[in-house]
């Protein structure tokens, strides 16, 4: 069996079965490629092609193109598996949560989950920034609605509200080592930015636009229905919801990248799979 993990961050497997791929690479275990260019593995070569919250950081058009190339890689009955933030299940609990906050003003916890469920649905579109306006909403001292963010995007919202006191720790054991490390990066980023230094200084619409051109916004959302639509079109077959732990790969839940410890990485996600016919 051969597996392909695209735009695989921190999430990837080291086993000669797997090939993990990302932008850059933070592993040797990870080969570096700019995705937009083409998945760089040999036509009809592989039994599964698996990717996670990758696919809504492309446009709607490359990212038809790059599902026409996933199918282009994989092996006649080959498994095309697509876990995405789930457009639907955002829509719907925001309108719940509209007409409850409508029928009761006084409301503070559903206005508190109403607050944070709009930021979920625009602020990785429409941010300027990293991290967004999320990113300041959950550096909060006290989380207000805690438990439902955890519910919502679980993983991602946990290790980010670990942070702060990670960095606490890490600052109470530093020394002269990680003071050169410092000095290193500083140097390298340096030498980086010169080029475009004075111009970010001085036009806020460069910064803006070289942020939104890095990658991190999202550029589309789907739902079952429209990623059933273009898997269909593409030529895709079989095509079928699943969930976190189900897949037409056997034992799929053993390699845990979509759960951890019986728990679902990213709860606010669609799970779709289907083959190569």
Known sequence: MKFVNLGCGSKYIESDEWMNIDFISNSKHVLAHDLRTGI????????????????????Q?????????????????????IVIPDLEQIIRLYLKL??????????LDNKEKYDWILLELFD????TKSGGQMAHYLSQEVLPNEEFIFERIG????????????????????GTGYIKKLLKRAYYSIKLRLSYQMRMETDDHFKIGYFRSQGQIHQWMYDRYSMHMLLKEVGFTEIKVTSAFES????????????MLNEVRKPDSLF?????N
């Open 40 to 59: 760089p593995v040999e036509s009809d070569s592989v039994d599964l092609v698996y990717h996670s919250h990758v696919l809504e950081h492309f446009t």
């Open 61 to 81: 058009e490359s990212g038809r193109t790059f599902i026409e190339d996933c199918y282009r890689v994989l092996n006649f009955g080959g498994v095309i598996r």
């Open 98 to 107: 509209l007409e409850n906050g409508v029928k009761d003003t006084h409301d």
């Open 124 to 127: 990785q579109m429409i941010r």
């Open 155 to 174: 993983e991602e919202a946990k290790n980010f509200r670990k942070l702060p006191r990670e960095n606490a720790l890490k600052k109470s054991v530093r």
């Open 248 to 259: 037409y790969i056997k034992g799929w839940e053993e390699y845990e990248l979509d759960t």
């Open 272 to 276: 779709i799979e289907a083959i190569k």
